[in-house]
């Protein structure tokens, strides 16, 4: 029978192991062929989503990543998205202060956006991190405000509302409220079922094994732990896993079946050794040593109290080795954060300059436009400077507001359009009044020096005319001079 069971639950992982990573594989890839980085954002979190149960420090990295993008591209849902996948790879490696200044964080931006949704959202997870610090009290506050949240705003959202039971049943049965616990969780599992929901089911599932374990009703608990595997199994929650075995294993030590209680708490602590879940390892190491004690098998029990011992090195032991990851990941996070600043840094300056020479260029074409139109060129291509340099000016100031309209409007593009629409309202009859009087200008500064100029090409052209008439009016004088010698001439002229 021990054999069965772990074979069970090794096929299981092992399937989901390479289903999970197929999905991995697959985003890496879509990952080096996308240029768009509001996209690259998009799928940096869905890797970190995949990474964050198994692997939070990669689920960290990834997730800063995708959030330094959004911020490049004043992308506040990416913004969001990446804050919730960070805080969540800290509550996972145990650091709840950390976890608790991404969603605060989270919590600010979505307040921004003004989405009731996402902030009872938030709300809800800032609650389970209270929860799992067993801070029942604050955790049962957070869930409550999430929940009149919903409710002020007749939210819709099937998910959310279940999210919500699943949570309240949670935190319920960890305040020891039973009762409350089980209503809501009922509520879930009924919902998840209706929408065929399999990580839902999975841990509504679990969690009523945890409610029915501590009511004593060991079958439901049990029967509830098994109906739970597949699912979470299949979503790759292992943390649920290993807590679902766990349960078995307490529920038939309490029936008196020490033998499968052994089994279920040996799956229990592999997996959670495995994976890296502290908290479970020990949890699950110490009903070993538990069990085996009474059993009489002294070697094992002692065996267990050792790996306990190691793990724990009483409460300190565990909250260094949390400290020494966190650490470890905040380091990389600030690298990371360092080059995104320099990055943004030398873009702004790029930026800048550009602006600069703009700013240069303008008053210089202004200016090549009324020296042009003091010269002989043709008075539609003066027309066509003037225009070109007044194009440049308002364009220029358009330029000059944009980045404050996006600051005053927080990027919400309804209100950006109406501000802009406004503007421009204001500045293009400007525009036309400005073109037309600088046309003009223009015009008679061209006209006024090519009047200048004429007289003394008319005196020319006067003179050319007048020495042409000579020599038609006296034609004989010159073909004589023409014919004439030398001498001749001489002579005529003495």
Known sequence: MKGVILLTWTLIFTINGFS????????????????????????????????????????????????????????LKGESQ???QIAGAFAIIGN??????????????????????????????????????????????????????????????????QLLNLNKGDIFEKANRLPEAL??????????????????????????GNIYLKMSDFEKAISSYRTSVPYLAAMNENRGLSEGALGISKAFEKKGSIDSALQYAAVAYN?????????????????????????????????YMEITATLKDSIEGIEKIKRLESISIEEQLRQKQLVAIAAAEKEELRQRLQLLAIG?????????????????IHKKFIEFSGIVSLLLLFEYITLLIHPFVEDVTHHTPLLE??????????????????ES?????????????????????????????????????????????????PDENTEQAS
Not at 38 to 46: G, I
Not at 57 to 73: G, N, R
């Open 20 to 75: 999970q990573q197929n999905i991995i594989d697959s985003l890496r890839t879509e990952l080096t062929k996308e240029n768009s980085d509001t996209t690259r954002a998009v799928l940096l979190y869905n890797l970190s989503y995949y990474y964050q149960t198994y692997k939070p420090d990669s689920s960290l990295l990834l997730a800063q990543e995708a959030y330094d993008l959004s911020v490049k591209h004043h992308y």
């Open 82 to 84: 990446a804050l919730y």
């Open 96 to 161: 709840s202060p950390q976890a608790l200044e991404y969603y605060i964080r989270q919590l600010k931006i979505e307040e921004e956006r003004n989405q009731p949704d996402e902030i009872a959202n938030i709300n809800m997870n800032i609650a389970l991190v209270y929860n799992r610090n067993k801070d029942t009290a604050k955790a049962i506050a957070y869930i409550l405000t999430a929940d009149s949240i919903l409710t002020a705003n007749h939210s819709n959202d099937p998910e959310l509302q």
């Open 183 to 208: 209503q809501h969780t009922q509520s879930c599992y009924l919902l998840a079922v209706k929408k065929d929901d399999s990580l839902m089911i999975g841990s509504t599932l679990n969690n009523l």
């Open 271 to 303: 997996l959670a050794y495995t994976n890296g879940f502290l908290t479970n390892a020990l949890a699950s190491g110490t009903q070993l040593s538990k069990l085996y004690k009474k059993e009489h098998n002294t070697d094992s029990a002692f065996a």
């Open 360 to 376: 240069i260029m303008i008053p210089i074409f202004f200016l090549t436009s009324i020296y042009i139109s003091r010269k002989k």
């Open 417 to 434: 359009i109406i501000i802009l629409v406004s503007i421009a309202a204001l500045v293009v009859p400007a525009h036309h009044k400005i």
């Open 437 to 485: 009087w600088l046309i003009k200008r223009l015009a008679l500064i061209h006209e006024k020096h090519i009047h200048i100029e004429l007289p003394a090409i008319k005196e020319e052209v006067e003179a050319m005319t007048a020495e042409d008439s000579l020599e038609h009016q006296h034609p004989a004088i010159n073909t004589v001079n023409k014919n004439a010698r």
